[in-house]
Each structure stands twice: as C-alpha cells, then as structure tokens.
C-alpha cells in the first residue's frame, strides 16, 4: 500500500485563500461584463433623445416613447402567458409521471404488540390507559334457582303481620 501524506494546515489554507482569490477575480470580471453587456444592448435599443426643438417635436417623442412603452408591455404580457402555460404543462406531466409510477406502500412487519404498550405509544407516555378487557368486563355469577317455597298456612303468615301491627300501634 502506498502511504498518502496529509496536507499540512498552512498549505491547506494558503491553497484556500489561493482559490477564494481567483473566485473573486472571477465575480469581479462578470459584473464588469454584465454591466458592459447592459450598457450596449442599452444604447442600441434605446437611443438617447434629443430634446431639442419645439413642443410639437417634444409631443412627437412623448408619443413614440408610449408607443415603444406598450409595445414592450405587450411583449412582457405574452412572454409571462407562454411561461405560466409552460409551468402549468410542467406539473401536469409531473403529476401524470407520478400516476404512472404508481405509489409503492412499503411493506409492513409484523410487530407482536400488546393493546396496552400500542395505546402507549400512540398516546404518548402521559396517558395511562388499560386495555385488559378481561379485567373490565362486569362480573356475572350464575344465580342459583330458589326452589319454589311450600305452600304453607297462609293465615299463620298472617297472624304474624298482625303482630306486627299491634306493635306500631301500642308505641
């Protein structure tokens, strides 16, 4: 294996500042292009006009100058329709890509996972809820048949109820 020897730190940041400086040099001379560009395409399509002469030469310019005013206005108006018309062509095709390559779902693992820790994770650790269902269904014990009573002596049962009668009666 051949040993690969690190740059040391002033080299790292002399060769640094080396590249810094030309991606300036290089900004500073496409600002001077840019300006120099503007400046010709500025002077051919917009000649300075003499305002020399009477007022009915200042109107004839006032007017070609609205003239050229619309002009571009409509320009601009057309150019920014084509541009909305291709932006809107733009999604339409993106959302016809996306209906074509369909939604692939991920496939889901299997989780073994108790109805208590899911609520859990679901509602966060502040919620203490329970999902032992076992735990909340009403208890139901089987009721026992009373075995029908013997028909007894009614008026015994009712002498006992007189009884009772007189007790109220004396207090």
């Not at 541009?83 to 809107?88: C, E, G, R």
Request: proline share 2%; hydrophobic share 35%; aromatic share 2%.
């Amino acid at each position: 294996m051949t040993e690969v020897k690190k740059m040391t730190s002033s080299r790292r940041h002399h060769l640094k500042s080396l590249i810094l400086q030309i991606a300036a040099d290089w900004i500073e001379v496409e600002t001077k292009e840019a300006v120099e560009t503007k400046a010709a395409y500025m002077s051919e399509n917009c000649p300075a006009p003499s305002l020399s002469g009477d007022q009915a030469a200042l109107l004839e310019i006032c007017k070609k100058l609205q003239q050229a005013a619309d002009r571009i206005d409509e320009e601009r108006y057309d150019t920014e329709a084509k541009v909305q018309k291709a932006d809107k062509e733009i999604t339409d095709l993106k959302l016809k890509m996306v209906e074509l390559g369909g939604v692939k779902k991920p496939a889901l693992k299997k989780v073994r996972m108790s109805a208590d820790s899911m609520l859990a994770a679901l509602l966060g650790g502040k919620h203490k809820v329970t999902m032992d269902l076992r735990s909340n269904l009403k208890q139901v014990k089987k009721e026992v048949k009373e075995e029908a009573v013997e028909a007894g002596d009614w008026r015994k049962n009712i002498e006992d109820k007189a009884d009772r009668k007189k007790m109220f009666e004396t207090s």
